[in-house]
């Protein structure tokens, strides 16, 4: 048997071998702890952009209020509309008329969509308003996006917007000389997933009303 002395280097063997092994478990933790911060910051990235993006009108983003502030003097400015649909969504979507509107005075249009599909499809729609500049001034007051949008095969939605154009858009180096603005919209599928879950939520959708085209 040997003795205490002759397990002396295999002891100290054994004792570095388990520094070393907490040593590298150190950097191991430290990247799965950043990894888990990067993908938290992603999550909150959107909807801090966003809110970003509303204060400042950054990427023809517009601005949210809750009433205009009156129709101020000055020449009208027209507003056109377009409308988009993603590839994998089987809706036409129409855009209304463009409008000729005077700074500060709530304006209300209706974009139309049907669902030309022989499935229901859930939809939601983005925004933006272009020139981009332009996006600090025009103010929503009742709008559709980013809301989830249900349509049963051959119904018919129309889907309202209520803006105005602050009349700081004419005291603007940048603006002042525009003389249209457009907003756009693009609706995107939700998905088998999302229409499965908004489906269960809204056990009696089965039967809304169906609009002919």
């Known amino acids: 048997m040997k003795s205490w002395i002759e397990r002396l280097p295999r002891l100290y063997r054994l004792m570095q071998v388990r520094g070393l092994r907490r040593?590298?478990?150190i950097p191991v933790a430290a990247s799965v702890a950043v990894i888990a911060a990067m993908i938290a910051l992603t999550y909150a990235a959107v909807p801090l952009y966003r809110m970003f993006c509303q204060v400042t009108g950054l990427a023809g983003t517009t601005q949210v209020a809750t009433a205009a502030p009156g129709a101020a003097t000055g020449a009208p400015v027209e507003v056109r509309f377009d409308a988009n649909v993603a590839s994998?969504?089987?809706w036409r979507f129409t855009p209304p008329s463009?409008?000729?509107v005077r700074l500060g005075e709530r304006s209300e249009v209706a974009f139309t969509?049907?669902?030309r599909g022989t499935q229901p499809s859930l939809g939601t729609a983005t925004y933006n308003v272009t020139p981009l500049e332009v996006g600090k001034y025009f103010d929503k007051i009742q709008c559709f996006c980013f809301t989830e949008q249900l349509l049963m095969p051959g119904e018919r939605k129309e889907f309202t917007v209520s803006f105005f154009?602050?009349?700081a858009f004419a005291n603007d180096d940048d603006t002042k000389e525009i003389p249209a603005i457009t907003l756009s919209y693009t609706f995107?599928?939700?998905?088998p997933a999302a229409l499965k879950e908004y489906m269960t939520s809204h056990p009696g959708v089965a039967?809304?009303?169906v609009r002919p085209e």
């Open 207 to 209: 039967q809304a009303n």
């Open 98 to 100: 463009p409008v000729k």
């Open 165 to 167: 154009v602050d009349p």
């Open 113 to 115: 969509a049907v669902n």
């Open 88 to 90: 994998n969504l089987p």
């Open 23 to 25: 040593r590298n478990m």
């Open 188 to 191: 995107y599928n939700k998905g």
